[in-house]
């Protein structure tokens, strides 16, 4: 294994190229703002979509419509790009002794030296904080749910360590928008969102299997578990399972959240909606190479658009 020694700029070995925090921050607030993978925005992407899916679905399903629904647009917005930094800096805490034996990860500000344990604590306080702040601004329903997202948050970090399945703990904490979003919507948790909940964490299973590949020899060197290392060249067989179950459970929060009220028209979008990202998942298995870090890194960026698509269709399908 490679010595541990940063970049010189403190650039992190994954990070978008010339992206705003290497190029636009102030120096000081870089090694923060690295902690919270701003300069690696589809984290974020991928924990907001969830919220909007929940959020969309929840307007079909009673037909609602108001100006609140864009503030809690809004606010998932701003939730997800906070928590989601403090959902990564303490995963960065946890794993700062795993982190340096990663090639891929021993640049992140933890193991490198640009912020210690204890700033990266207050850090993680900070902006949890203001986007409980956040939450405060919903019902009751959804800020209990909000409050209980913290535990999934907590046990991701620790689950490469006891189990194979390591990435269904992701998908638990990453697709928990989907339930929240609904319940700020309606006030209360329904059936349909909780099948939309087990879809986003197929999906999640299939996108992240794919990110995990990039690390699955020196995972397997310090005896990190995951699905990679569990499915390793049988992984295009089960993503076909992932894409399969991420697509019918879609359908079936879709069809629920539209029936009665919908239209023979808005139904024709609403199933048009998972039938389409199933068809860019499949684009991506086409083009996998699991032996390609850089070819799984480019795959599991465009997930952004693969969890775009069913928002295109849910939207037509609100005003038809």
Same mark, same amino acid.
């Given at each position: 294994m490679q010595e541990n020694t940063p970049a010189p700029d403190g650039h992190v070995a994954d990070?978008?190229?010339?992206?705003?925090?290497?190029?636009?921050?102030?120096?000081?607030?870089?090694?923060?703002?690295?902690?919270?993978?701003?300069?690696?925005?589809?984290?974020?992407?991928?924990?907001?979509?969830?919220?909007?899916?929940?959020?969309?679905?929840?307007?079909?399903?009673?037909?609602?419509?108001?100006?609140?629904?864009?503030w809690i647009a809004i606010g998932c917005a701003a939730g997800a790009w906070l928590m989601r930094g403090a959902g990564c800096t303490w995963n960065d805490f946890t794993d700062r002794d795993i982190d340096a034996q990663v090639e891929r990860t021993r640049s992140r500000p933890i193991p490198s030296g640009q912020?210690?344990?204890? @700033?990266?604590? *207050?850090?993680?306080?900070?902006? %949890?904080? +203001?986007?409980?702040?956040?939450?405060?601004?919903?019902?009751a329903a959804a800020i209990k749910l909000g409050v209980l997202a913290l535990v999934p948050v907590a046990v991701y970090p620790f689950a490469k360590r006891f189990t194979w399945w390591p990435q269904v703990f992701l998908g638990l904490a990453f697709n928990w928008g989907a339930l929240l979003a609904w319940t700020a919507h309606t006030g209360r948790l329904e059936a349909p969102a909780v099948v939309l909940y087990l879809a986003g964490i197929a999906w999640t299973l299939f996108y992240d299997t794919i990110y995990a590949h990039q690390d699955i020899e020196d995972?397997?060197?310090?005896?990190?578990?995951?699905?990679?290392?569990?499915?390793?060249?049988?992984?295009?067989?089960?993503?076909?399972?992932?894409? @399969?179950?991420? *697509?019918?459970?879609?359908?079936? %929060?879709? +069809?629920?959240?539209?029936?009665?009220?919908a239209s023979a028209?808005?139904?024709?979008?609403?199933?048009?909606?998972?039938?389409?990202?199933?068809?860019?998942?499949?684009?991506?298995?086409?083009?996998?190479?699991?032996?390609?870090?850089?070819?799984?890194?480019?795959?599991?960026?465009?997930?952004?658009?693969?969890?775009?698509?069913?928002?295109?269709?849910?939207?037509?399908?609100?005003?038809?």
């Open positions: 990070a978008v190229k010339n992206n705003w925090v290497d190029t636009w921050a102030p120096p000081w607030t870089r090694p923060y703002l690295r902690l919270s993978r701003a300069d690696r925005p589809i984290g974020t992407w991928l924990l907001l979509i969830p919220c909007w899916w929940g959020l969309m679905l929840a307007m079909l399903s009673d037909q609602q419509i108001g100006w609140y629904d864009l912020v210690s344990g204890k @700033a990266a604590l *207050v850090w993680m306080g900070i902006q %949890a904080l +203001i986007s409980f702040g956040i939450l405060l601004t919903f019902n995972d397997a060197l310090i005896g990190v578990k995951s699905t990679a290392r569990l499915f390793a060249e049988k992984t295009p067989d089960w993503l076909r399972r992932f894409l @399969a179950l991420t *697509v019918g459970l879609m359908w079936i %929060a879709v +069809i629920f959240s539209a029936l009665p009220n028209l808005t139904m024709v979008f609403i199933l048009a909606g998972p039938w389409a990202m199933g068809w860019h998942m499949a684009w991506q298995l086409r083009g996998l190479d699991i032996t390609d870090p850089a070819k799984c890194m480019q795959l599991f960026r465009v997930n952004r658009d693969t969890g775009m698509i069913p928002l295109f269709f849910f939207a037509i399908a609100l005003f038809v």
